[in-house]
Every structure is written in C-alpha cells, then in structure tokens.
C-alpha cells in the first residue's frame, strides 16, 4: 500500500547475474522530496540497483512503484518521461555548444512553449549555478561545472527523481563542497528526491541525509549518518577501512 507521501518503492526487487545475485530480495522507499544516501563496499549492488530504477536493467524478481504506478515493465524513456532521471558519470554534452545551448537542446525537447524557453533556460542554469558561464563553451567548463551542467540538463527534462551514481568522482574538495550543496538546495528548493552513491564519507555527512547500506546485494542497515557511522556491522564491513 502507497502512502500519501511516497515516492518510490521497491519490493523484493532481486537481479542475478547467472549465478551471482548482485540485489537480493531488496525493500527500499523513498518519500517524496527526500535525499537518500547509498553507500557499501564495491560490488554491494548499489549500481544494480539505480540501473533497475531507472530501468537500465531489468529486475529477475520482484517490482518497482513510483508515484504509486508499478513502472516494473516500462522502458527507460518511459521513465524518463515520469521524471525518473539518471546522471552518467560519462558526459553527454555537447562539447562545441555553449552551456546555455545545452540546456537549450533539453528544453526544446520537453515543448516548452516558444516565448517561455529563454526564462526556463536561465532558471535552469541559475539552479545550477551557471548562469555566469552560460556562453562558455562545454569542453571548456571545469570538471565540476560539466558534472552540474549535467545535473542542469536532468532538471530541463522535468526531473523528479534524480539517480546520481558517484557525481562527486573526479572532483576538486570544493567542488564536492558545491556538489552537496547543489544537492540540498534542489531537495529544499524544488522538493526533488535524490538517490545518491557515494564513497566520500565527508561528502555523505555533510549532505545530512539517511543513508541505506548496501552489503552483498541486501540491505544492512538504514538511518542517520549518526546511526550509521556507529552501527558495529557497518563498521566491520565498510566504513572501519576508511
Ligand atoms: N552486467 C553485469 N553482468 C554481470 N555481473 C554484473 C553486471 N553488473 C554488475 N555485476 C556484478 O554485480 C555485483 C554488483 O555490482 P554493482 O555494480 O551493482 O556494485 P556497486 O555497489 O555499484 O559497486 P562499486 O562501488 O564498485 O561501483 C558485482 O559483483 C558485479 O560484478
Ligand atoms: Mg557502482
């Protein structure tokens, strides 16, 4: 049963890999609005699971509820379509197009009206922090300032959901910085709900937003930085080498 506030739910969702079982049987909701951190040890099954919400992979069991739809069956621009949007740490820019004619480009795919393109443009830029740079050409933006053009170009497509996989790698401390802080002013300012993986653990505790581990495919514990950091389990499989 759907509550009023929930977004997204998935129920025993499970995917093999031959004789490997990368999720196994995995019960996860996320309220509307709300951020929600991933984390676990390398090949604990985080990647499998955004790919099967987004629908990039197709579960072996089990289902997926969205905005109280099961979206189990639906293709990835069907979900795209619902709002359900994932960022790919592989650029999709265009690299000679200015950052504004990348926004452009998204924009024009949704049909938004002809005389409200430029404003929806530069409020998409402006969420994104950008709107100084919006004539600079792609290739040219820092590392961080493509990562959140990238973000940007989601937000053009009517997000709703976004799945960010690692979006910090590769950056700068105070890239990560801004990164978290772009994260949180979506949440607060559009009331976006995120799933984000992450290995930086600064990262995850600033964002101050409950953390699901995963370990071995199954979910090991769900709660606060605060709980999790001190969760015993936690520790031994996952955070005690960091
Ligand atoms: N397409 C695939 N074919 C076969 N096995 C796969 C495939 N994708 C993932 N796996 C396996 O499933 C398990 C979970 O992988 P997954 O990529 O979801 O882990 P992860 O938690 O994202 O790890 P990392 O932190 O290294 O990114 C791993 O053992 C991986 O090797
Ligand atoms: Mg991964």
Redesign the pocket.
Known sequence: MKTASELLRTEGLTKR??G?V??DSIDFTLKAGELRCVI??????????I?MISGH?QPSNGAIWFQGQNITKLSIIERARRGISRKFQTPTLFDNLSAYENVELAVLRTGCPPRKRRSRILEVLDLVRLVDLADTTASTLSHGQRQWLEVGLLLANDAILLLL??PTAGMTVEETASTGRLIRRLGQELGLSAII?E?DINFIRNLQAPVTV?HL?RVLVEGSFHDIEHDEQVRSVYLGDQ
Do not use: V, Y
Request: charged share 15%; aromatic share 4%.
């Open positions: 890999f031959r490997l990368a999720n676990g040890p390398n090949g604990a099954g985080k990647t499998t699971l790919s992979q996989d690692e993986i290995h995963l495919g």
